[in-house]
């Protein structure tokens, strides 16, 4: 595997730009797209989301997570908000973070 670092002052936008390019100049390949991929929230709302619910018998007050795509808050926060009607969601980021 080859690393291609993108300059940081394009933060994700251009991270994701160097993607799109690689994928157009590489035959064969698929890039999984998570920032549309609606399927990223809809795994966490149906798995990650319920089975945190089923660990902690429903007895939650925050739910803290990392974001980059925006799939696991997102997904994992609606279906705690169903349920928990007060529970906390916090997204946090990375200090430099190109987000």
């Known amino acids: ?48 989301a319920l089975e945190i619910l089923r660990d902690l018998d429903n007895e939650l007050d925050i739910f803290v997570a990392g974001f980059g795509t925006g799939g696991t808050i997102s997904g994992v926060g609606e279906i705690l908000k169903e349920k928990l009607e007060k529970v906390h969601i916090v997204g946090v980021e990375p200090l430099n973070s190109p987000l």
């Open 1 to 48: 595997a080859r690393l291609e670092l993108t300059p940081v002052n394009l933060g994700m936008k251009g991270a994701v730009d160097k993607a799109n390019e690689i994928l157009l100049n590489t035959p064969n390949s698929f890039m999984v797209s998570q920032f549309e991929n609606i399927s990223n929230k809809n795994a966490h709302r149906k798995n990650t």
